[in-house]
């Protein structure tokens, strides 16, 4: 945990292996001192994921499965698990009832209990959750498979209600936010009504973009400054809000 003292900022929820030099990406968020999480979008990602991040003091990979991707790599799943014992992050992984991919729900529930239970009976795994047009569901399935001491959940780009984030809290969730969630009424009234000590930064770079180019994580102070206009903080102070939080998930 030294690393965090010297952190330039925090990036939950990054594909830093879907630029075009993943091996730069990785030297990019380090060189910036951003802890950055780095997530995968299937197991067959992780190895080479894995091994750029092995030595890094700030960049953190995730093991995941992309309910996007379910529908086409489900029988990826026990590679899941075999990886499951080589880190404590574990991400992409949840649900996606959005119009394209609502035909493979029922599957993706199927591998997203596995994923829950598998994370429940090791303990201690620190989730990054995508739940687009599925909170309720999403937060029911961490209710009934993943008890707050035996792992922690981060929602990512939470675009649910304000009854499902008080909910979400209850069950010991956190809160990954970007820019572009700070850009809208409605993301900001979001924000507002979130605790102040469960809210993490994100890019979600390469699918955000600053000025015409994919984020990266460096511009994560983007979303600092965002947070800390939506909740009258000045954007140091918010900053080290969202560091002290991070301490804590990490504790």
């Not at 009934?144 to 969730?173: I, M, N, Q, Y």
């Not at 009234?189 to 955000?208: M, V």
């Amino acid at each position: 945990m030294s690393e965090l003292s010297s952190i330039g900022g925090v990036d939950f929820h990054c594909h830093l292996d879907l630029y075009p030099d993943h091996q730069a990406a990785v030297a990019r968020a380090e060189a910036a001192r951003i802890y950055t999480l780095t997530v995968t979008t299937t197991p067959k990602a992780w190895s080479r994921n894995h091994e750029l991040t092995r030595n890094t003091r700030y960049v953190r990979a995730a093991l995941g499965l992309h309910p996007q991707l379910v529908a086409e790599r489900a029988g990826e799943l026990p590679l899941w698990e075999r990886h499951l014992p080589e880190t404590r992050y574990v991400g992409e992984v949840g649900l996606d009832a959005g119009p394209r991919f609502y035909k493979s729900l029922d599957v993706q529930r199927q591998v997203f209990q596995r994923v829950l239970e598998r994370c429940a009976e090791a303990g201690g795994k620190i989730l990054t959750v995508h739940s687009v047009r599925s909170a309720p569901a999403v937060l029911e399935m961490i209710e009934g498979h993943l008890p707050p001491e035996r792992g922690t959940v981060v929602l990512h780009w939470f675009t649910g209600s304000k009854s499902d984030a008080r909910r979400a809290v209850a069950l010991g969730c956190y809160f990954s936010i970007n820019a572009e969630m700070t850009r809208t009424d409605r993301g900001r009234d979001l924000i507002r009504s979130l605790p102040r000590d469960r809210i993490l930064t994100e890019t979600d770079g390469p699918f955000t973009q600053v000025e015409g180019r994919p984020s990266e994580p460096s511009d994560v102070l983007d979303a600092i400054a965002g947070i800390g206009a939506s909740i009258g903080l000045p954007a140091d102070v918010a900053a080290k809000a969202v560091l002290s939080n991070l301490r804590s998930l990490l504790a």
